[in-house]
Nanobody
Framework: QVQLVEHGGGLVQAGDSLRLSCTASGRSFSTYAMGWFRQAPGKEREFVAANAWSSSSTKYADSVKGRFTISRDNAKNTVYLQMNSLKPEDTAVYYC????????????????WGQGTQVTVSS
């Protein structure tokens, strides 16, 4: 089992930056692909970013490319999502997720999920 806990959400203004973190406990974090997803009210959960255990493979949603950066520190069992130039449409609950093997963009492929952290961007 892998337990995931997110931190770093909050209320910011458009154009601001925010960094989310997700700390994992349990089995070998360094062998898992890690992803960030988000869900806005009334919408389906959508993919944001993901990277492989070695960070050799990284994927981003088109809507966040150039603004968001995913990174990880395997020694700290932590994955980060640096969010710059935030927009009101980025408002959502952000979830981190883990899966074994390779990176995918499909939420159903991920086996473990955090509880989510709210990000609200005001205009």
């Amino acid at each position: 089992q892998v337990q995931l806990v997110e931190h770093g959400g909050g209320l910011v203004q458009a154009g601001d930056s925010l960094r989310l973190s997700c700390t994992a406990s349990g089995r070998s974090f360094s062998t898992y692909a890690m992803g960030w997803f988000r869900q806005a009210p009334g919408k389906e959960r959508e993919f944001v970013a993901a990277n492989a255990w070695s960070s050799s493979s990284t994927k981003y949603a088109d809507s966040v490319k150039g603004r968001f950066t995913i990174s990880r520190d395997n020694a700290k069992n932590t994955v980060y999502l640096q969010m710059n130039s935030l927009k009101p449409e980025d408002t959502a609950v952000y979830y981190c997720a883990a899966r074994a093997l390779y990176v995918t963009t499909r939420a159903n492929d991920y086996d473990y999920w955090g509880q989510g952290t709210q990000v609200t961007v005001s205009s």
